[in-house]
């Protein structure tokens, strides 16, 4: 099953540490046997409220083929991180490989 799933992280860390947390929680995927199929950055962007006392959140957006059960574990672990504000996990039937108009980074289509 395809899925979309969007981090957003403490805007009070840097944007290499949001990277690297980013990195670190598509690892736990792949380790539960998930594939990430694409990868985006959205920058550092302003909150629509205040989260956790931050009020702005760097957003990521990665399209992941898994089942669904993985993301159940998923959730329990990223609630345990203080930086992680945000995690939005839609199931989807196909996505775009181009890169959206938020994409900082442009997108990285991931073949592993």
């Known amino acids: 099953m395809l899925y979309e799933n969007v981090f957003v992280f403490s805007g009070q860390i ?12 598509l690892d736990q995927i792949k380790k539960l046997g998930g594939k990430i199929l694409k990868k985006e950055s959205w920058g550092l962007r302003t909150l629509a409220y205040k989260i956790k006392k931050n009020s702005k959140g760097y957003y990521f957006m990665t399209i ?5 059960n993985i993301y159940a ?8 991180d203080d930086e992680f504000l945000r995690f939005l996990n839609i199931k989807i039937k196909s996505y775009d490989k ?4 938020l994409d900082d980074s442009r997108s990285q289509d991931i073949k592993s």
């Open 14 to 25: 840097s944007d290499k540490a949001a990277e690297k947390k980013l990195d670190d929680f």
């Open 73 to 80: 574990d998923f959730d329990k672990k990223v609630k345990q």
């Open 98 to 101: 181009n890169s959206s108009l």
């Open 64 to 68: 992941s083929e898994s089942e669904s």
